[in-house]
Protein backbone atom coordinates (compact mmCIF):
# COMPACT_ATOMS: atom_id res chain seq x y z
CA UNK A 1 0.00 0.00 0.00
CA UNK A 2 1.42 3.57 -0.79
CA UNK A 3 1.75 6.03 2.21
CA UNK A 4 -0.45 8.18 0.25
CA UNK A 5 -4.41 7.24 0.27
CA UNK A 6 -5.16 5.77 -2.72
CA UNK A 7 -8.62 6.30 -5.25
CA UNK A 8 -10.79 3.31 -4.75
CA UNK A 9 -13.40 2.80 -7.56
CA UNK A 10 -16.82 3.12 -6.13
CA UNK A 11 -15.72 5.13 -3.05
CA UNK A 12 -14.62 8.70 -1.98
CA UNK A 13 -11.90 9.66 0.16
CA UNK A 14 -13.05 10.75 3.64
CA UNK A 15 -10.43 10.96 6.07
CA UNK A 16 -6.48 9.35 6.51
CA UNK A 17 -5.41 8.41 9.74
CA UNK A 18 -2.21 7.51 11.18
CA UNK A 19 -2.59 3.95 9.83
CA UNK A 20 -6.18 4.00 8.64
CA UNK A 21 -8.07 5.26 5.00
CA UNK A 22 -11.83 5.97 5.86
CA UNK A 23 -13.78 6.73 2.26
CA UNK A 24 -17.49 7.06 1.81
CA UNK A 25 -19.50 5.72 -0.74
CA UNK A 26 -19.79 7.68 -4.18
CA UNK A 27 -23.66 7.86 -4.00
CA UNK A 28 -24.05 9.56 -7.28
CA UNK A 29 -22.44 5.96 -9.15
CA UNK A 30 -24.79 3.94 -6.96
CA UNK A 31 -28.10 5.83 -7.35
CA UNK A 32 -28.28 8.08 -4.34
CA UNK A 33 -27.52 5.50 -1.64
CA UNK A 34 -25.68 2.29 -0.55
CA UNK A 35 -27.55 -0.80 -0.47
CA UNK A 36 -25.91 -1.07 3.01
CA UNK A 37 -27.46 2.20 4.52
CA UNK A 38 -25.13 4.71 5.84
CA UNK A 39 -21.87 2.92 5.76
CA UNK A 40 -18.31 3.75 5.75
CA UNK A 41 -14.83 1.97 4.40
CA UNK A 42 -12.42 1.43 6.62
CA UNK A 43 -9.16 0.45 4.95
CA UNK A 44 -5.88 -0.58 6.90
CA UNK A 45 -2.54 0.67 5.18
CA UNK A 46 0.70 -1.08 5.99
CA UNK A 47 1.89 2.24 7.78
CA UNK A 48 3.04 1.92 10.98
CA UNK A 49 3.91 4.82 13.70
CA UNK A 50 5.68 5.14 16.27
CA UNK A 51 6.71 8.17 18.89
CA UNK A 52 3.36 9.19 17.95
CA UNK A 53 4.94 9.76 14.18
CA UNK A 54 3.94 7.86 11.22
CA UNK A 55 7.20 5.88 10.10
CA UNK A 56 8.16 6.52 6.17
CA UNK A 57 8.83 2.43 6.02
CA UNK A 58 6.03 0.07 5.77
CA UNK A 59 5.40 -3.22 7.40
CA UNK A 60 4.71 -5.23 4.81
CA UNK A 61 1.18 -7.08 5.52
CA UNK A 62 0.30 -5.57 8.59
CA UNK A 63 -3.01 -4.20 7.37
CA UNK A 64 -4.27 -7.47 6.55
CA UNK A 65 -3.06 -9.14 9.67
CA UNK A 66 -4.73 -6.17 11.79
CA UNK A 67 -7.78 -6.63 9.49
CA UNK A 68 -8.26 -10.21 9.73
CA UNK A 69 -7.60 -10.12 13.76
CA UNK A 70 -10.06 -7.81 14.59
CA UNK A 71 -12.71 -9.40 12.25
CA UNK A 72 -11.96 -12.50 14.36
CA UNK A 73 -11.98 -10.64 18.22
CA UNK A 74 -15.33 -8.91 16.52
CA UNK A 75 -16.83 -12.70 16.29
CA UNK A 76 -15.58 -13.16 20.17
CA UNK A 77 -17.35 -10.28 22.04
CA UNK A 78 -20.42 -9.98 19.22
CA UNK A 79 -22.65 -11.32 22.55
CA UNK A 80 -20.79 -8.80 24.33
CA UNK A 81 -21.48 -5.67 22.53
CA UNK A 82 -22.98 -5.06 19.02
CA UNK A 83 -19.67 -3.91 16.71
CA UNK A 84 -19.85 -1.86 13.59
CA UNK A 85 -18.58 -4.43 10.49
CA UNK A 86 -21.41 -5.22 8.01
CA UNK A 87 -19.32 -6.66 5.28
CA UNK A 88 -16.02 -7.76 4.29
CA UNK A 89 -17.38 -9.09 0.65
CA UNK A 90 -15.50 -8.32 -2.03
CA UNK A 91 -16.48 -6.63 -5.03
CA UNK A 92 -18.15 -7.94 -8.14
CA UNK A 93 -17.33 -5.00 -10.48
CA UNK A 94 -15.69 -1.91 -9.90
CA UNK A 95 -18.09 0.87 -8.41
CA UNK A 96 -20.65 -1.86 -6.89
CA UNK A 97 -20.38 -0.31 -3.68
CA UNK A 98 -18.10 -3.78 -2.35
CA UNK A 99 -14.70 -3.49 -1.26
CA UNK A 100 -12.60 -2.87 -4.11
CA UNK A 101 -10.68 -6.26 -4.88
CA UNK A 102 -7.36 -4.05 -4.25
CA UNK A 103 -8.19 -3.68 -1.08
CA UNK A 104 -9.70 -7.39 -0.07
CA UNK A 105 -8.45 -8.40 2.83
CA UNK A 106 -7.33 -5.35 4.69
CA UNK A 107 -10.76 -3.69 4.35
CA UNK A 108 -14.17 -3.70 6.22
CA UNK A 109 -17.37 -1.79 5.08
CA UNK A 110 -18.89 -0.36 8.55
CA UNK A 111 -21.52 1.28 10.13
CA UNK A 112 -20.74 4.97 10.80
CA UNK A 113 -20.96 5.62 14.31
CA UNK A 114 -20.81 8.71 15.83
CA UNK A 115 -17.89 8.34 17.36
CA UNK A 116 -17.25 9.06 21.72
CA UNK A 117 -14.02 10.96 22.35
CA UNK A 118 -12.86 8.22 24.84
CA UNK A 119 -9.94 6.01 24.62
CA UNK A 120 -11.22 3.08 26.77
CA UNK A 121 -8.15 1.31 28.25
CA UNK A 122 -7.80 -1.58 30.04
CA UNK A 123 -5.14 -2.84 32.14
CA UNK A 124 -5.17 -6.09 33.73
CA UNK A 125 -1.10 -5.80 34.14
CA UNK A 126 1.19 -2.62 35.15
CA UNK A 127 3.34 -1.08 32.31
CA UNK A 128 3.64 1.50 29.99
CA UNK A 129 1.98 5.02 31.06
CA UNK A 130 0.03 2.97 33.62
CA UNK A 131 3.64 2.52 35.28
CA UNK A 132 4.83 5.61 34.72
CA UNK A 133 1.87 7.67 36.54
CA UNK A 134 1.91 4.62 39.26
CA UNK A 135 5.56 5.43 40.06
CA UNK A 136 5.05 8.87 40.15
CA UNK A 137 2.17 8.91 42.89
CA UNK A 138 0.81 5.69 43.60
CA UNK A 139 -2.10 5.68 41.23
CA UNK A 140 -3.34 5.33 37.69
CA UNK A 141 -5.71 8.03 36.61
CA UNK A 142 -6.77 7.91 40.13
CA UNK A 143 -7.08 4.54 40.71
CA UNK A 144 -5.04 3.84 43.88
CA UNK A 145 -3.29 0.95 43.44
CA UNK A 146 -1.08 -1.45 46.01
CA UNK A 147 2.78 -0.15 46.94
CA UNK A 148 5.54 -2.76 45.84
CA UNK A 149 4.35 -3.25 42.16
CA UNK A 150 6.34 -3.63 39.36
CA UNK A 151 6.80 -3.07 35.57
CA UNK A 152 4.64 -6.38 34.49
CA UNK A 153 3.13 -6.91 38.14
CA UNK A 154 -1.18 -8.37 37.20
CA UNK A 155 -3.40 -5.75 39.02
CA UNK A 156 -5.61 -7.33 41.86
CA UNK A 157 -8.52 -6.87 39.21
CA UNK A 158 -8.61 -5.03 35.70
CA UNK A 159 -9.21 -1.31 36.01
CA UNK A 160 -10.59 1.59 33.36
CA UNK A 161 -7.70 3.73 32.90
CA UNK A 162 -9.61 6.35 29.93
CA UNK A 163 -7.35 8.78 28.33
CA UNK A 164 -8.80 11.70 26.09
CA UNK A 165 -8.69 11.54 21.90
CA UNK A 166 -5.38 13.48 20.32
CA UNK A 167 -4.62 15.15 17.23
CA UNK A 168 -2.14 13.12 15.37
CA UNK A 169 1.16 13.67 16.35
CA UNK A 170 0.16 14.15 20.12
CA UNK A 171 -0.17 11.84 22.76
CA UNK A 172 -3.60 11.06 24.12
CA UNK A 173 -3.67 12.01 27.99
CA UNK A 174 -4.63 9.63 30.46
CA UNK A 175 -7.62 11.45 32.35
CA UNK A 176 -9.81 10.12 35.56
CA UNK A 177 -13.36 8.83 35.07
CA UNK A 178 -14.49 11.98 36.27
CA UNK A 179 -13.57 13.74 33.39
CA UNK A 180 -14.93 11.54 31.26
CA UNK A 181 -18.37 12.01 32.92
CA UNK A 182 -18.45 15.44 31.79
CA UNK A 183 -17.62 15.23 29.10
CA UNK A 184 -20.22 12.60 27.45
CA UNK A 185 -22.13 12.30 31.11
CA UNK A 186 -22.11 9.64 33.71
CA UNK A 187 -25.07 7.67 32.37
CA UNK A 188 -22.65 7.30 28.73
CA UNK A 189 -19.33 7.49 30.82
CA UNK A 190 -20.69 4.43 32.84
CA UNK A 191 -21.47 2.13 29.78
CA UNK A 192 -18.36 2.59 28.37
CA UNK A 193 -16.62 1.47 31.66
CA UNK A 194 -18.54 -1.81 32.37
CA UNK A 195 -18.02 -2.30 27.90
CA UNK A 196 -14.24 -1.91 28.46
CA UNK A 197 -13.85 -3.98 31.24
CA UNK A 198 -16.28 -7.02 30.24
CA UNK A 199 -14.78 -6.90 26.68
CA UNK A 200 -11.43 -7.35 28.22
CA UNK A 201 -11.93 -10.10 30.46
CA UNK A 202 -13.69 -11.75 27.68
CA UNK A 203 -10.60 -11.07 25.77
CA UNK A 204 -8.05 -12.04 28.72
CA UNK A 205 -9.45 -15.28 28.97
CA UNK A 206 -9.51 -16.40 25.48
CA UNK A 207 -5.81 -15.08 25.27
CA UNK A 208 -4.48 -16.76 28.76
CA UNK A 209 -5.91 -20.33 26.78
CA UNK A 210 -3.51 -20.16 23.84
CA UNK A 211 -0.30 -18.80 25.86
CA UNK A 212 -0.96 -15.06 25.66
CA UNK A 213 -1.34 -12.28 28.14
CA UNK A 214 -3.49 -9.63 27.52
CA UNK A 215 -1.56 -7.31 29.28
CA UNK A 216 -3.70 -3.84 28.62
CA UNK A 217 -6.08 -2.41 25.27
CA UNK A 218 -7.85 0.03 24.05
CA UNK A 219 -11.23 0.13 22.46
CA UNK A 220 -13.04 2.79 20.67
CA UNK A 221 -16.99 3.02 20.99
CA UNK A 222 -19.70 5.20 18.88
CA UNK A 223 -23.44 5.65 19.13
CA UNK A 224 -25.88 4.28 15.82
CA UNK A 225 -28.37 6.70 14.89
CA UNK A 226 -31.07 4.64 17.61
CA UNK A 227 -28.39 6.00 20.14
CA UNK A 228 -27.30 2.50 21.29
CA UNK A 229 -23.55 2.16 22.00
CA UNK A 230 -21.60 0.24 19.56
CA UNK A 231 -17.92 -1.29 19.42
CA UNK A 232 -15.95 0.55 16.54
CA UNK A 233 -12.39 0.71 14.90
CA UNK A 234 -9.78 -1.99 15.83
CA UNK A 235 -10.45 -4.78 18.03
CA UNK A 236 -8.06 -6.04 20.42
CA UNK A 237 -5.00 -5.81 17.49
CA UNK A 238 -1.08 -6.12 18.06
CA UNK A 239 -1.71 -1.99 17.72
CA UNK A 240 -4.23 -1.23 20.40
CA UNK A 241 -3.57 -4.26 22.59
CA UNK A 242 -0.20 -5.27 24.75
CA UNK A 243 0.08 -9.43 24.25
CA UNK A 244 2.87 -10.74 26.04
CA UNK A 245 3.85 -14.80 25.67
CA UNK A 246 2.79 -16.21 29.93
CA UNK A 247 5.76 -18.12 29.49
CA UNK A 248 8.22 -15.19 29.47
CA UNK A 249 6.15 -13.58 31.44
CA UNK A 250 8.49 -12.10 34.66
CA UNK A 251 7.63 -8.75 36.31
CA UNK A 252 10.50 -6.47 37.09
CA UNK A 253 11.21 -6.01 33.67
CA UNK A 254 10.37 -5.52 30.23
CA UNK A 255 8.08 -7.84 28.77
CA UNK A 256 9.14 -9.37 25.33
CA UNK A 257 6.03 -8.06 23.29
CA UNK A 258 3.99 -9.21 20.01
CA UNK A 259 3.72 -5.89 18.59
CA UNK A 260 6.00 -2.87 16.92
CA UNK A 261 8.29 -3.10 20.53
CA UNK A 262 11.05 -4.46 17.86
CA UNK A 263 10.96 -1.18 15.85
CA UNK A 264 10.55 0.87 18.72
CA UNK A 265 13.11 0.00 20.57
CA UNK A 266 15.51 0.13 17.17
CA UNK A 267 14.53 3.87 16.97
CA UNK A 268 15.32 4.50 20.17
CA UNK A 269 18.66 3.13 20.07
CA UNK A 270 19.41 5.18 16.81
CA UNK A 271 18.07 8.25 18.29
CA UNK A 272 18.31 8.14 21.78
CA UNK A 273 15.09 8.02 24.54
CA UNK A 274 13.44 8.50 21.61
CA UNK A 275 13.91 11.54 20.42
CA UNK A 276 13.16 12.43 16.59
CA UNK A 277 15.97 13.58 14.06
CA UNK A 278 18.16 16.41 14.37
CA UNK A 279 15.40 18.69 12.43
CA UNK A 280 12.59 17.19 14.54
CA UNK A 281 10.51 15.88 13.49
CA UNK A 282 11.62 13.02 10.47
CA UNK A 283 11.73 9.86 11.60
CA UNK A 284 14.16 7.63 9.36
CA UNK A 285 13.68 4.89 7.61
CA UNK A 286 13.73 1.19 9.07
CA UNK A 287 16.42 -1.34 7.90
CA UNK A 288 14.71 -4.62 6.16
CA UNK A 289 16.05 -6.73 9.14
CA UNK A 290 13.62 -4.57 11.80
CA UNK A 291 11.21 -4.77 9.30
CA UNK A 292 10.59 -8.67 8.42
CA UNK A 293 10.78 -8.75 12.60
CA UNK A 294 8.47 -6.52 13.54
CA UNK A 295 5.95 -8.56 10.39
CA UNK A 296 6.88 -11.76 12.12
CA UNK A 297 5.93 -10.66 15.25
CA UNK A 298 2.27 -8.97 14.12
CA UNK A 299 1.62 -12.69 11.93
CA UNK A 300 2.48 -14.90 15.29
CA UNK A 301 0.44 -12.73 17.21
CA UNK A 302 -2.45 -13.46 14.94
CA UNK A 303 -1.54 -17.32 14.37
CA UNK A 304 -1.34 -18.06 17.95
CA UNK A 305 -4.47 -16.62 18.95
CA UNK A 306 -6.63 -17.97 15.77
CA UNK A 307 -4.69 -20.99 15.15
CA UNK A 308 -5.09 -19.92 11.80
CA UNK A 309 -2.55 -18.73 8.91
CA UNK A 310 -3.00 -16.34 6.52
Given at each position: ????Q ?54 P ?32 E ?53 V ?44 L ?11 E ?106
Amino acid sequence: MSLSQPSLPGWQPWHSGKVRDLYLPDLAALGGQHPLGDVVLVVASDRVSAFDHVLPTEIPDKGVILTQLSLWWFDQVADVVPHHVLSVEPSAEPGDGLIPREVAGRAMICERLTMLPVECVARGYLTGSGLAEYRAGGSVTGITLPVGLVDGSRLPAPIFTPAMKAAVGEHDENVPFSTVEAEIGSEDAQELRDLTLALYQRAEGIARERGIILADTKFEFGKRASGRIALGDEVLTSDSSRFWDAQLWHPGQAQPSFDKQILRDWLASRRGSGELDADGTTPPTLPEAVVERTRERYAEAYTRLTGLTL
